[in-house]
């Protein structure tokens, strides 16, 4: 499928099944940290830049699937960029919500909450998680990079009208960059936005996978949960970790059984396409496929690795694997 990937296991909302609604980046920030990589060419308006008809007939086939829908927890609709972009997203979510009774979340950089077309159409969505990764010009300038003509006050406002009116769960993101958006300032920058704002919880991130630029460094364990603390205290809101979140989590999709040689081709398929969309370590992988264990990881993946279609990248200790562009 060229719309629809997983389920993969997410810490935040469980079995997770994955509407990609664009084939390649579309987005209209540049993020220091972003696992997708640098955007190329920043997109400054909403429009149609991938088939609607196509992602809804990918939603249907697979909702068709009582056994495979039975193995999902929420459906989430994400992009490789910004989904707001797409104009047809109201229609897609409300299609979505019509083929099953799961809830449907939506990934958002929160850039386009401003207009309230994107507000209207984000109603149909059980759950929302924009970012706000900061609350000052200069901070947001150097980690979120923004495509000219967005304004960092019209983005915040359009956090707090959204928030003012929908009635779903509401989750705020932040993802914090050393020295570039982790001063006492900007932490008090955000507390002061967030503040005005109707929000359930709030994630608090760092750089964790392979991040588009070298210099995007995380945060140590220690500040971020200082940070988190400071957070909770100031905005009295659960404050979700990285690597101690509250949120409770939900086994991963039992796969056992099914890397058998008349499946493992599809097994791989399925993998190159988790790996295109995020860089994931063999235990992520395993953790999915349940393939018997990273080392099985690595022997199902050397050969693409050796052809150059999967490529290798170490960055925390850990050894990621993504898609060669």
Known sequence: MNYIFGPVHSRRLGRSLGIDLFPSKICNLDCVYCEVGR????????????????????????????????????????????????????????????RTDKPVAVLTNGTTLMESEVRQALMAADIVVPSLDAARWKSFLRVDRPAEGLELSEIIQGLILFSQTYAGKLWLEILLVRGMNDDPEDIEALIAAIRRMRVDRIQLNTVVRPPAERSAQALSEERLVAIAGLLRKETALPVDLPFASTVEQAQPVDTAGTADPKSLAGIIDEVKQMVQRRPSTAADIDRIFHLGGPEKVEQLLAPLVLSGIVRQQDHGGERYYHLAT
Do not use: F, M, N
Not at 56 to 80: M, N, P
């Open 39 to 98: 955007t190329i060419v920043p997109v400054y308006r909403r429009g149609v830049y991938s088939p609607t008809r196509e992602i809804l007939a990918e939603i249907d086939r697979y909702c068709a699937d009582a056994h495979k829908l039975d193995q999902v927890d929420v459906l989430t609709v994400t992009a490789k960029g910004e989904p707001t972009l797409h104009s047809d997203l109201g229609d897609i979510l409300r299609y979505v919500k019509g």
